[in-house]
């Protein structure tokens, strides 16, 4: 996003002509401080080599490559020429925004720039803008993010058995591409796909969205109902533009014909394509990638060809854009590395193709440079060796992280590197490359077969190493190193480690994660010349131990095998534990390297709940496990059968269990699982769902959904919007923070806009009418925060005479819990947030992927600040309740009902087990528990304990 001040906006300018207009906009770059003198002159020579003239009225002046050094900070000036300027390309400018850019920044700038000039009418207002604050709020808004569709989001031809196995994979994926957290899973999980027509079938959420996505997975064998089940990300409205394309495949009839095609055809038609198109593939070879004079020369080269030509990103939105337009192919941001893919219809399209390829490959204008000459190659020998380590003891528990529940017992298949020994040089070149060209066939043969036997995407993953192994250039710089000395298996590694760094130092993580696979290919060259054999994983059920789960490692998963999942690295949110969790198979990780050093073959139990694995278990131990899966099975049914029964302890102390919601749709459903009540609703995710801040009526027609599944008996405590830190809302953009879990989020963004906090009050009070309405505020630190907001809500009760209700904070903040004293006289109940509470008292972040394992709610830190938030509520009659995760760890149950909690908000689907724990409690025993562990000094210590109850 384009972020500017008001003293960048300079308005009502006149200018002799545009000579003078350029000089201006340079000098407003020097007085800013942004650029040095030189830097005028740089403009000068840049309009030179081709005029910056944008369209609609704007021009967008820079320097030249060589003109960085003026550079001293990056940032834009705009300059407004309401009477306009001739500009010497013939064109009228009534808008200057100049840029001064360091490295490609400009690209970012010229992206975001061209994404909001695209849209109807905003360069007109912006040249009649009357104030910088006008200029700034048009310019401002975020665009629509594009929404993802590329190799990467398809998953094809999986071993689904039905539709949902189908919808949480693709979700999966798109979770361990980065796209979006394990709440957009959670949700899926819980959706019933909606039929498109045609066999195909949607699941969509706005929970949890990072970066909006459109998944697509079909099956091999097919099934008999469903060709294929998108999963759709979405965040703002830039998923509209696909879907459209979407329903004109469906409208045309070629719906089911995408669960037939390849990928690439796949996003061909979803990118507007046309099936009967001509396509041509070109990669950016400009250090800058397609910056606007490039852009420009493409797009002039593009409309002499007199047909219509499109271009997408091969890894991107797969929106195919027309060539001939500016800002659109500006827009597509392509970066050196990444694949242009221009398409055309008619007779004259091959011709036209081949000319707009031929200039992309010669530079648009630019000196350019072959791909892999980017990187500091320097060979690496002999890297890919596994150092062992001495197995676990057998028969004896190795603690690690709990990541998904469940149990297995099963054999092991560790997924380990070999150990290649080789030696380094030769002086038999002739011999030496006779060796690699056999070892290079047989890896080719060896594929084939493998692709042969493999389906779906296996087999793309693999058609795509075939293609690999037989690049003539690979082989080329093999012989090469074979003829400075080197042994085939020495050269043959240079070669490959060289592109795969190469591929690595580009920007685009895309190709940056093709290097990964080119090293597979490497290593199986290296197996062959080395005699040594890959690991081949066992056509039986196994746990699969490995040392990290990747991407492409997801692809090859055969879940009807795979039966528990051991890593050596990686959290409770690493990208294996998510993973696992969405595909229910039981998962510990972050063991540490010894498990690599496991025997293949051996048995294994893996505790998924308690998070640890017993290698090579006694018959006894066997025993015990195999009757603990049957028992949890029947706990689960149990639990389920008593679900609407009240969670009273032994000694008849109850305690209160509900769910927590981001969906009011999903309230009857969490009555429907023995839900008391909903213990949170986070109703940002309601707001996320709109692509503007939901009015009144729409609000109050939303919650009202949700009272009226709850009725009368059952309270719903909503929390009002939480957004800033990781849940961002588009259209309420908030200034860039070096710490975002710091700043303006919570009731202190909702605070600066107390027209919205009032609006949302106002709607919650409304559809309430007389049901049971509890109102919290989120990331509270102090009281003061407190009476700001509770006097929107006095304020708002008295206008439209609403019941009194309850009004609470959240304990996330560690100060609310050390000063709960002062406010338990004020509140009328608590609620502890403990993902946050724990974050800001270990100082982690909760989504830190290596050090979010040790964000562990019951560290004793985080425990005694629940007890003291406990002591301070109920020496003032107010109850508390916990709705942050560790309300549903089987292990934290007892110690939070020994601390006194009066209320456990959980997971919907958690609810029945969570009543069953408790059930199964003494509120005496809880309550000596909580002291003893209280006196722990860490939450490894805690859990020790927990583990020998
Ligand atoms: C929490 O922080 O524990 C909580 C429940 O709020 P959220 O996870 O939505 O930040
Ligand atoms: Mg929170």
Not at 290 to 312: D, F, N, T
Not at 372 to 382: E, F, I, K, V
Not at 736 to 755: M, S, V
Not at 891 to 915: F, H, I, N, T, W
Request: aromatic content about 4%; charged content about 25%; overall charge negative.
């Amino acid at each position: 996003m384009l972020t500017l001040t008001q003293d960048a906006v300079s308005l009502g300018r006149t200018a002799t002509d545009w000579r003078d207009a350029l000089t201006q906009a340079g000098q407003s770059l020097v007085d800013a401080g942004l650029a040095e003198e030189g830097y005028r002159d740089a403009l000068f020579d840049r309009e030179n080599q081709s005029s910056t003239y944008l369209g609609n009225g704007i021009a967008i002046p820079h320097g030249t490559q060589d003109s960085r050094q003026y550079v001293k900070k990056t940032g834009v000036r705009l300059l407004q020429f309401p009477g306009g300027v001739d500009w010497h390309d013939g064109a009228r400018v009534t808008l200057i925004i100049t840029i001064a850019a360091q490295s490609d920044e400009h690209l970012d700038i010229l992206r975001s720039l061209t994404h909001v000039l695209d849209r109807d009418g905003v360069a007109d207002q912006l040249s009649s803008a009357s104030s910088p604050e006008a200029v700034i709020n048009l310019l401002s808004k975020e665009p629509a993010l594009p929404t993802r569709l590329d190799q990467d989001t398809l998953l094809v031809g999986l071993p689904a058995r039905d539709r949902l196995e189908l919808a949480t994979a693709a979700a999966a994926r798109l979770r361990q591409i980065g796209c979006v957290d394990e709440l957009f899973v959670a949700d899926i999980l819980d959706q019933t796909p909606v039929a498109l027509g045609q066999k195909l079938w949607l699941v969509r959420s706005r929970h949890g969205v990072k970066q909006p996505a459109l998944g697509f997975a079909t099956s091999q064998p097919p099934l008999s109902d469903t060709a294929g089940v998108f999963c759709l990300a979405e965040h703002g409205d830039g998923h509209v533009p696909l879907m459209e394309r979407l329903i004109g495949l469906l409208e045309d009839g070629k719906g089911e014909e995408l669960a037939r095609v390849s990928p690439q055809q796949i996003l061909a038609r979803l990118s507007g394509e046309s099936s009967d198109a001509e396509t041509a593939k070109v990669r950016v070879r400009n250090a800058h990638g397609l910056h606007a004079r490039p852009a420009k020369q493409l797009v002039q080269v593009a409309r002499e060809q007199g047909i219509e030509i499109k271009v997408r990103l091969m890894e991107g939105d797969a929106n195919a854009v027309s060539a001939t337009s500016l800002t659109k192919v500006i827009g597509l941001g392509a970066r050196r590395g990444q694949m242009l893919v221009f398409s055309a219809r008619g007779a004259t399209a091959a011709a036209a193709l081949d000319t707009v390829v031929e200039a992309v490959r010669g530079g648009l204008g630019e000196v350019v440079t072959p791909l892999d000459d980017t990187s500091a190659a320097r060979p690496s020998r002999n890297k890919t060796r596994y150092t062992p380590v001495e197995p676990p003891a057998p028969d004896t528990a190795l603690a690690a992280v709990a990541a998904s529940p469940g149990m297995a017992i099963a054999p092991v298949f560790v997924m380990r590197l070999p150990d290649f020994k080789y030696e380094e040089h030769s002086s038999d070149a002739a011999g030496e490359r006779e060796r690699l060209s056999t070892a290079i066939d047989q890896a080719h043969r060896q594929l084939e077969s493998l692709i042969d036997h493999a389906g779906g995407e296996v087999a793309e993953i693999l058609s795509m190493h075939e293609e690999m192994v037989q690049d003539p250039e690979l082989k080329e710089a093999g012989f090469e190193a074979i003829g400075e000395g080197l042994s085939a298996e020495a050269g043959w590694w240079k070669a490959i480690d060289t592109s795969a760094r190469a591929q690595e130092a580009l920007a685009d993580r895309l190709l940056a994660e093709r290097a990964a696979d080119l090293r597979d290919v490497g290593r199986r060259v290296l197996g062959l010349l080395c005699g040594v054999e890959l690991p081949e994983p066992p056509a039986h059920p196994y746990i699969l131990v490995m040392e990290d789960v990747g991407p492409s490692d997801v692809a090859q998963l055969d879940t009807s095998k795979v039966k528990g999942l051991l890593t050596a690295k990686g959290g409770a949110t690493s990208h294996s534990a998510i993973l696992a969790r969405a595909l229910g198979i039981p998962a510990v990780v972050g063991a540490g390297d010894t498990v690599l050093a496991l025997a293949n073959g051996q048995d294994m139990i893996l505790d998924g709940e308690r998070g640890r694995v017993i290698p090579q278990p006694s018959q006894e131990r066997r025993d015990r496990a195999e009757l603990s899966i049957r028992e949890r099975d029947q706990r689960e049914r149990k639990a389920y059968d008593a679900r609407f029964e009240s969670a009273v302890t032994t000694d008849s102390h109850r305690i209160e269990v509900c769910a927590n919601l981001g969906n009011t749709a999903h309230a009857k459903d969490a009555v429907e699982r023995g839900a008391e009540g909903v213990g949170l609703l986070r109703t940002e995710f309601i707001f996320m769902a709109h692509p503007d801040a939901p009015d009144l009526d729409t609000q109050i027609s939303e919650y009202r959904e949700a009272f009226d599944a709850l009725g009368h008996d059952r309270p719903l405590v909503a929390r009002t919007l939480d957004v800033g830190g990781d849940k961002p809302l588009d259209y309420w953009p908030i200034p860039q923070e070096d710490n975002p879990f710091l700043g303006l989020r919570g009731i202190r963004l909702a605070l600066t806009r107390p027209e919205v906090l009032e609006t949302q009050i106002r709607a919650l009070l409304t559809a309430a009418d007389d049901r049971p309405l509890r109102i919290m505020f989120p990331m509270v630190k102090d009281v003061a925060e407190f009476h700001a907001a509770k006097a929107i809500v006095d304020r708002v009760q008295q206008d439209i005479k609403a019941p009194d209700v309850q009004v609470g904070v959240m304990i996330e903040i560690p100060s609310c819990a050390i000063l709960a004293p002062t406010l338990a006289k004020h509140v009328d109940f608590f609620s502890i947030g403990t993902n946050d509470l724990t974050q800001y008292t270990l100082a982690i972040d909760r989504g830190h992927s290596q050090l979010s394992a040790q964000a562990d709610g019951l560290h004793p830190a985080v425990l005694h600040l629940i007890k003291m938030t406990v002591d301070a509520a109920h020496a003032e009659g107010r109850w508390v309740g916990v709705c942050g995760e560790l309300a549903s760890d089987a292990q934290a149950v007892p110690v939070l009902v020994g601390l006194g909690v009066d209320e456990l908000s959980v997971a919907a689907r958690q609810v029945p087990m969570v009543k069953a724990r408790i059930r199964e409690l003494s509120m005496a025993d809880s309550t000596q528990l909580a002291e003893r562990i209280l006196m722990l000094p860490t939450a490894a210590d805690v859990r020790d304990a927990l583990e020998d109850m």
